[in-house]
């Protein structure tokens, strides 16, 4: 096939290393998204050089979520303009900041789709699942990436309305898979659960371990739902204020400040 000719084309793999390695470009290497990708690199130059861009990256997401919900309850509470402008700035700063940071991700995103619908042997619900949220935050920072154009005052563009419409869709589409992946996962561990004989020995190991795994699967189910509160209020599908979408933001990113900072320990 012609799509699966161009994501396994040499010059796309060069491409990624070459955004993972260079110290100009090294924000702009996106996540790892797979488990074959996690256990290839974990102990490679690129998988420290990704999770210094994650770090940072949840970071200035904390404060850029945390400064809208901040600057909406100033405004709410009354506040002198002088103190509620310094957290607009913020917000609005690092938005655009993180956005830039954002340019060239939808490859390895493309390419992660393209891995997923490949795998032998992995589950059918997931597999569909895991090509739906690749292809979901694909799309969406394809067209995040053409609105910075416009965003950043580099030129004006009459589309850029519709096609930040179209990004959030996109995300939301692939945060919607993401967590009936997660729903999906926690009813599997629960009929393991059941026929566990906890009486024995490998039983009881066995149960902690798939408890381990469901908090982490519950840690990212909420992530996932608190994100989905960002486009789902830009696009009027739910009746959010600025507070509320603030500090859902604030605690997937603190969720995901939490994740990186276990994996760097």
Request: glycine share 6%.
């Amino acid at each position: 096939m012609v799509a699966d000719a161009l994501v396994y084309h040499p010059s796309v793999a060069h491409y990624l290393r070459f955004v993972a390695t260079t110290g100009k470009l090294l924000l702009l290497r996106p996540p790892i998204t797979t488990d074959l990708q996690q256990r290839s690199s974990a102990s490679s130059p690129v998988s420290s050089a990704l999770l210094l861009y994650l770090g940072r990256d949840k970071l200035l997401r904390t404060l850029q979520y945390f400064a809208r919900f901040y600057s909406w309850y100033l405004l709410r509470t009354n506040a002198p303009t002088r103190l509620i402008q310094p957290w607009d700035a913020v917000k609005k700063n690092f938005a655009l900041t993180r956005k830039a940071l954002r340019i060239g991700k939808n490859v390895e995103h493309f390419k992660a789709a393209a891995t997923a619908a490949d795998s032998r042997g992995m589950d059918i619900v997931l597999k569909y699942c895991a090509v739906g949220r690749q292809l979901g935050y694909a799309m969406y920072l394809s067209c995040d990436m053409i609105t910075y154009i416009d965003a950043a005052g580099i030129k004006s563009l009459s589309s850029a309305k519709r096609l930040q419409k179209e990004a959030y869709r996109a995300w939301f589409m692939g945060l919607s898979f993401n967590a009936i992946a997660g729903i999906y996962t926690l009813w599997r561990l629960r009929q393991r659960e059941l026929s566990l004989d906890k009486k024995e020995g490998e039983g009881v190991v066995e149960s902690k371990k798939l408890q381990r795994e469901r908090t982490s699967t519950n840690i990212q189910l909420i992530s996932d739902l608190c994100d989905m509160t960002v486009p789902g209020s830009a696009l009027g599908w739910a009746n959010f204020d600025d507070g509320f979408v603030g500090l859902a933001g604030t605690v997937s990113s603190l969720i995901g400040v939490w994740s990186q900072w276990k994996k760097t320990a």
